[in-house]
């Protein structure tokens, strides 16, 4: 994805749907509508999924927590919601395989009452999954939980259940999403703030004013239907299209703590049935590490959503309550936070309610298009309806959707083993070429390709993880990343791993990006110090970290 041509083409071309956002949803949408052979511009204010769809959780599911609730209050739409999830779970899991996997998740017990409770209720979720289910869950002895998770406390285990939902890279399936899109024909463009409409006389929408954030430059952009994709921000563009309508967005915020391996030293994750506060809680083996959250805490979107100390401590009590780790502070590796976008009932009707499903609304005055609500599991579905409604609303004829068989990209002809071709072709260590073929599919042969065009390329970009340089000369030219934050945040994931791995890759990957990109010695000084501040900021919230005076 060349940006340069990217951009030329949103300020020239007239588009069926031009989509305000490039999060699971908006890419998810852009898919849908390239797909079906519909002109398509996507408008993403800071990069792909920098927002909520990288700071999640990372499961693909029903979601359990919901699937008792509906049990409880016999809530027939929230089953159905449950239900939707599974299904859709599988085709993640289909279309994306190396972004993806099956992933147990075990249910500790603690009473006989409390394994036949748990029992049930992965029951009737696998039902609910019918044919789509995964591996069918099943009761384990206090010993077979044990042995599942090591680490896990044996004092009054009374056995336990084991489930199984998907995971996922979400910032990788969403960068996929988008560069697939761009495959099938659409434009797409990061780092692009959509500024204001201009509409015609009646107030349909007609144009859209980006300003490049990278430049600084004013663009226009034309198209017939006008989508809202933005996620917790969903209200900021509905009120630029038509300032009369009332807020329906409102805000939670998430955290996740990321600690080593060894606190779970399983590749079987663990839910914390209950949290003090009546919620659920997950503690996941995540690419060599282990993810611990989630919060749910009433956010203001005015906030810059960040890991507080608080918020550690918090998540770090329930790891010790649960399993044989004194992990502390000190052990934490890295950590994020993100915004929920949850959606209230229309005002007209019931204001205080939230909205469990998504939402597609049309605004009759301007004709934009606002898909809201939702979770990453549901970004197809969502896509769907949204795209639905913009064929309705350009009195196009229906076109069916395709994406519940669409490949992403890297999975054409990928197999779970292939990155055995990668140690025999290109002499890759094993550990490395399993990381490249988890993250890039079978676009992993172009990285790997890299590595042959410069011996310097082969080198690892930091100790102790598996990162190749080549991979920053990779994300540079064929994954639009533009800024340092793109890089280590999104391409490589590094910093929402280790932030001091970050700190110590952050020279050689400045001096990569300064290369490809041709920037000038102050603009990399530039890029450097900026970013070094905000990592440390970031570090500095979560945990009271110091600057260091050497
Ligand atoms: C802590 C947490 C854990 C979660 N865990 C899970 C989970 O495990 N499984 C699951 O299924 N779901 C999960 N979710 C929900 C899921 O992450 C979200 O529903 C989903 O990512 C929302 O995607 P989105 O595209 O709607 O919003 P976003 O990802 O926020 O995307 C909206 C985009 O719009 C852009 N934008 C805003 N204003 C403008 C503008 N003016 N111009 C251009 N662009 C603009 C933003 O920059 C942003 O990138 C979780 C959510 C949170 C917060």
């Not at 663990?270 to 919620?279: K, Y």
């Not at 490949?407 to 055995?420: D, F, H, R």
């Not at 300064?514 to 990399?524: I, N």
């Amino acid at each position: 994805m060349h940006r340069p041509s990217h951009l030329r083409r949103a300020q020239t071309e007239h588009f069926d749907v031009c989509i305000i956002g490039g999060g699971a949803t908006g890419a998810g949408c852009a898919l849908d509508a390239a797909l079906r052979g519909l002109k398509v511009c996507l408008i993403e204010r800071e990069d792909f999924a920098a927002q909520t769809s990288s700071k999640s959780t990372k499961l693909i599911h029903g979601g359990v927590r919901y699937l008792e609730q509906a049990f409880k209050r016999l809530d027939w739409e929230q089953f159905q919601l449950v239900r939707k999830g599974l299904w859709e779970r599988k085709y993640l899991l289909q279309n994306a395989p190396h972004l993806t996997r099956p992933m147990a998740l075990l249910t500790p017990c603690h009473s006989r009452f409390e394994r036949l409770y748990f029992g049930v209720g992965l029951k009737l979720y696998d039902l609910l999954a019918g044919r789509h289910n995964l591996t069918p869950s099943r009761q384990l002895s206090t010993e077979e939980a044990l042995r599942a998770i090591p680490t896990l406390k044996k004092e009054s285990l009374r056995g336990a259940v084991q489930y199984y939902d998907g995971q996922l890279d979400d910032a990788r399936f969403a960068l996929a999403l988008v560069r697939t899109a761009a495959q099938h024909g659409a434009v797409v463009l990061n780092h692009a703030e959509v500024q204001a409409f201009e509409a015609s006389a009646d107030g349909k929408l007609q144009t859209l004013i980006v300003r490049d954030l990278l430049d600084g430059q004013q663009a226009t952009i034309r198209a017939t239907v006008f989508v809202n994709a933005t996620g917790p921000f969903a209200d900021g563009i509905r009120q630029m299209a038509n300032p009369a309508v009332p807020s329906r967005m409102r805000v939670s915020k998430g955290v996740h703590v990321i600690l080593p391996k060894t606190v779970l030293n399983s590749e079987t994750a663990l839910l914390v049935p209950q949290t003090d506060d009546g919620r659920v809680m997950f503690v996941i083996p995540w690419k060599n590490h282990v993810l611990v959250g989630t919060t749910d805490t009433e956010a203001d979107l005015g906030d810059d959503p960040a890991l507080e100390q608080t918020e550690v401590d918090y998540l770090l009590g329930y790891v010790r309550r649960y399993l044989n780790s004194d992990v502390s502070a000190a052990d934490v590796q890295s950590g994020f936070a993100g915004l929920r976008p949850l959606l209230q009932a229309d005002p007209s009707t019931d204001t205080k309610t939230l909205v469990r499903d998504h939402e597609v609304e049309i605004d009759a005055r301007s004709g934009l298009v606002s898909i809201m609500g939702g979770k990453w599991t549901t970004y197809r579905l969502m896509a769907r309806d949204t795209i639905d409604a913009c064929l309705r609303r350009m009195n196009a004829p229906p076109r069916p959707c395709t994406t519940e068989t669409q490949l992403l990209v890297g999975a054409e002809g990928y197999t779970s083993e292939g990155w055995q071709e990668l140690i025999t072709r290109y002499g890759l260590p094993k550990d490395v070429a399993v990381h490249l073929w988890h993250r890039y599919g079978i676009e992993a042969e172009q990285v790997a390709a890299l590595t042959k065009q410069q011996p310097a390329w082969a080198n690892p970009l930091v100790e102790n993880y598996p990162f190749l340089v080549a991979e920053v000369v990779f994300a540079v030219r064929h994954e639009m990343a533009c800024t340092v934050s793109d890089v280590l945040s999104r391409r490589l994931g590094l910093e929402d791993l280790d932030w001091q791995a970050t700190e110590a890759a952050l020279p050689a990957a400045i001096n990569l990006m300064a290369e490809q990109l041709d920037w000038s010695e102050s603009q990399a000084h530039q890029a450097e110090s900026d970013y070094r501040q905000r990592l440390f900021g970031i570090q500095e919230r979560a945990l009271f970290k110091q600057k260091s005076t050497a």
